[in-house]
């Protein structure tokens, strides 16, 4: 990674947060995150979201992006001219972040990763629903629920939305438990988890167990015998995704914009350009272009978080 | 029909075999026979013939979407289904369920098979229907009936395993009565669930004994480990292993009827073999291998692909690729079922029986060598003779309904391995839909590439995985689903045998190819070249 001075932060996901910089600015509410993953040494400075920064010549503030725990858009005015990154967002309501803030611009940098017309995400309500009435199928067989999340704003959300339907105890997976307990700190109200402890020998029978989908298939999953597995991610929209990977069930909840959503979004910005990141880059820039918008993908790093990274 | 795609959703959402019999059970018990009938069609993978075009259905779908057709075709790929890709832009899970009240059989007989009636303007109105108004699971679970096999992760085996719970019956009494022509009606379903009486249908054929591989991984069994795991060699049976069609030829009540594995009536395909059987007698089931045969030796596979093509051929067909029935096992003698016998005195039986064999048929030859040291020299023939290898069937084994490991063993010899670079990548479809799973490979003729085989993955996911990523990032150019990726990763192919073809670039087609593995450790220069394959010609 180039060594830089200065970066802006939209959120602490590792393809948008590295190391390598001199300072970092970041929302208040994504420091501690930030801190977790880059160590305490690095210098990092909190901003609130509208909080106006004079940087060069530019002026520079932080707008909600309603993607996970402190997510922003950075917006960058020079002169005239205003350029919005949105880093990752959705418009999709969301209990454990700030809704996602309409910032008018010249040039607007969408991500695309969802960018299809097949990816129109259900109510998260309803997603919640399912999950909690495939926990109580299980338990009614004696049988646990292992449910895949990625461990930083998926499966806080879950732990918010479940919040509805039950008050019971979820098991969590130490990466997981770490980003929980930081999500808490900030006040974010969540079901309340227990730490796995795996030294100990238990009965898992009923329970709902929330781990990252990298412990799938591992050593780690033995212990939860005749366990049903499912997975939280936009991807399980798409029925070969979820055989593929083995799961039984396949939740469609995403932390990323849906194709209404980025077409909303991007006539709502009222941009005169727009710059594309992740996924279907070329399919939102191509369409895009037929209906005479500027549209130019961009090319990125790798995304780390697993909604991103299925391919 | 709300019934049945509540069942396909069960089904679809456990990987436990266990859950997935319950729910059958479940369903067989509470819907009347006309359903269990339909509902053993599909779910045993049968289809009903192609009511609407793949064209038509795209084309309908791209009007209906009111999107690009480009964007309904890159989505359509990205997702690998077509039936999934039309439920996900066009229904929704919200909808109501407008199934109530109607029965499987009645939407499949009095809606879908309509269609088939219809003109075109009203199939189109039908289907549009469907699309507009059912919610998204029976949406997707109509394309699915309309397209195609349902692919809901379920086997015959593992169908006729819930109707046998259900019936009370052994399963195999349910298998035998699934194999064949049968029409999916109630009276089919209550006499696949009725008590054991004996019965035959004139052309049901039984359901095929299947052998294990013999094989260690990674390597050649040795002589000794063949011993180990056999035991003596007077306990088995060897015969050569071909590379034809297996079919089975029933001779009934002065009928005639071969089945091919794949449970297709294929009489009519080889008239030769029917003609040659009418001097069989009555209530005969013979267990063979038709094999394209000329001056004592099979001919390529292809020639017998040509033949199973032809519905009815023509005269110069037949003389150009005679075909034979070379004959393992006798299954029913004078009307009875002998499966149950031991192979000892089955092939008794069916020796006697071969001395009145007509010219079209041989008795399958059982090898002498009396150690397996001597067999094993003889497998090392196996190319020559144009056989894949030995089979080996204990001779105390019945011939038993499907594959039973540890009676019968098929000792194939080791494939021909070349080093091949990667030209093009595909995306899969089902289950591999959203990764590049079939590959183009080449081998060097001077300085160019030129394409020898396609192989599907022989990949671990976590490879699979990873190649993915990496044709992604080194995509060449884009043609339609087809990437093509820098010249760059060597793999390792297997394959059967390999011939002279007209319709290849590189004028030799492989039998059988697949990637054996990855081999990064070798640099593209180092690939195989089309001199070293022409030499195995």
């Not at chain 1, 799938?216 to 929209?237: E, L, N, V």
């Not at chain 2, 004996?198 to 011993?227: H, N, T």
């Not at chain 2, 056989?387 to 194939?412: C, F, H, Q």
């Amino acid at each position: 990674m180039r060594r830089s001075e200065l970066a802006l932060i939209t959120h602490a996901h590792a393809d948008h947060a590295r190391r390598g910089a001199d300072r970092y600015i970041a929302v208040r509410d994504s420091v501690p995150i930030l801190r977790a993953r880059l160590g305490n040494s690095v210098r990092i400075d909190a901003v609130d979201y509208g909080e106006q920064l004079e940087l060069g010549d530019t002026r520079v503030s932080f707008h909600s992006a309603g993607h996970v725990l402190g997510s922003a858009q950075i917006r960058v005015q020079r002169g005239d001219d205003v350029w919005v990154a949105s880093g990752d967002f959705k418009r999709d309501p969301d209990p454990t972040c700030a809704p996602f803030e309409v910032v008018p611009c010249d040039t607007f940098i969408t991500e695309a990763t969802f960018a299809l017309p097949i990816y129109r995400w259900p109510p998260a309500a309803e997603v919640a629903r399912e999950i909690h009435e495939w926990w109580q199928s299980n338990a009614r067989q004696s049988r646990p629920s292992v449910l895949f999340c990625y461990s930083f704003g998926k499966a806080q959300r879950v732990l918010a939305e479940l919040m509805a339907l039950t008050s019971e105890c979820v098991l969590v997976h130490g990466a997981v438990a770490k980003l929980t307990d930081l999500y808490r700190e900030a006040g974010v109200q969540m079901l309340p988890t227990q730490t796995l402890d795996l030294r100990t020998r238990r009965d898992y029978a009923g329970e709902l167990i929330i781990a990252p989908p990298g412990a799938a298939g591992s050593r780690w999953m033995r212990r939860f015998k005749s366990a049903s597995t499912g997975f939280c991610s936009g991807w399980m929209q798409v029925r070969g995704n979820r055989r593929r990977r083995g799961y039984d069930r396949g939740f469609v909840l995403s932390d990323h914009a849906d194709w209404p959503s980025l077409l909303r979004t991007i006539d709502e910005v009222g941009a005169t350009r727009i710059l594309t990141t992740h996924g279907h880059s070329d399919t939102l820039v191509r369409l895009l272009r037929e209906r005479g918008v500027d549209a130019q993908a961009l090319a990125l790093s790798e995304p780390e978080d697993d909604d991103a990274a299925l391919h | 029909m709300q019934r049945f795609t509540e069942l396909y959703r069960e089904l679809d959402q456990t990987t436990s075999t266990r859950a997935k019999v319950a729910a059958m059970v479940d369903y067989f018990l509470t819907v009347d026979a006309g359903d269990v009938a339909w509902a053993t069609f599909f779910l045993s993978g049968r289809r009903v013939r192609r009511l609407v075009g793949a064209a038509d259905l795209r084309r309908w779908l791209t009007q209906a979407s009111e999107l690009p057709e480009w964007l309904v075709e890159e989505t359509y790929a990205s997702v690998g289904d077509l039936a999934e890709t039309i439920a996900l832009l066009l229904s929704d899970r919200q909808r109501d369920r407008p199934f109530d009240g109607v029965s499987l059989t009645d939407f499949v007989t009095n809606q879908l098979l309509v269609l088939a009636q219809l003109d075109d303007e009203a199939r189109r109105q039908a289907v549009l229907s469907w699309w507009q108004q059912l919610p998204y699971d029976a949406c997707y679970l109509v394309n699915k009936l309309m397209t195609g096999a349902l692919r809901v992760g379920v086997s015959q085996t593992l169908v006729a395993t819930a109707l046998a719970e259900v019936a009370q019956l052994p399963r195999p009494v349910i298998l035998h009565r699934m194999m064949g022509d049968w029409q999916p009606e109630a009276a089919f379903a209550e006499a696949l669930l009725a008590p054991d009486d004996g019965q035959v249908v004139l052309s049901r054929p039984y359901p095929f004994a299947l052998a294990s591989p013999l094989e260690k991984q990674p390597g050649e069994l040795d002589v000794s480990s063949v011993e180990q795991m056999l035991g003596e060699r007077a306990g088995w049976q060897a015969e050569w292993k071909w590379d034809g069609i297996r079919g089975q030829l029933i001779r009934r009540e002065g009928k005639t009827f071969l089945w091919s594995r794949g449970e297709d009536l294929i009489t009519n395909q080889f008239p030769e073999i029917a003609k040659a059987a009418e001097s069989l007698p009555d209530g005969t089931v013979i267990d063979g291998e038709l094999l394209a045969w000329r001056d004592g030796l099979p001919m390529e596979f292809s020639a017998l692909q040509r033949r199973i093509g032809r519905k009815k051929p023509g005269k110069k067909t037949l003389h150009d690729i005679p075909v034979i029935m070379r004959a393992y096992d006798l299954l029913e003698v004078d009307g009875i079922d002998i499966r149950a016998q031991t192979l000892r005195s089955r092939r008794q039986q069916l020796a006697a029986l071969a001395s009145v064999f007509p010219r079209t048929f041989q008795l399958s030859e059982v090898i002498g060598a009396r150690s397996w040291v001597q067999l094993q020299a003889l497998r090392e023939q196996s190319r020559a003779r144009r056989v894949e290898g030995l089979m080996l069937k204990s001779l105390d084994s019945d011939y038993a309904t499907g594959r039973k490991r540890g009676d019968w063993w098929k000792w194939k010899i080791e494939p021909h391995t070349i080093d091949a670079v990667m030209l093009y990548a595909q995306a899969g479809h089902g289950r591999r839909s959203n990764l590049y799973t079939d590959y183009t490979f080449a081998v060097w003729r001077g300085d160019e590439l030129v394409p020898v085989a396609k192989a599907y993955s022989g990949l671990s996911n976590a490879e699979i995985d990873t190649l993915d990523k990496w044709i992604r990032a080194h995509t060449r150019e884009r043609f339609g689903p087809v990437r093509s990726v820098e010249p760059l990763q060597v793999f390792e192919l297997a394959f059967e045998a390999i011939a002279r073809s007209s319709r290849h670039k590189s004028g030799v087609a492989l039998r059988f190819p697949r990637i054996r593995r990855w081999r990064r450790d070798l640099s593209a220069d180092q690939a195989d070249s089309l001199m070293t394959l022409e030499q195995l010609l």
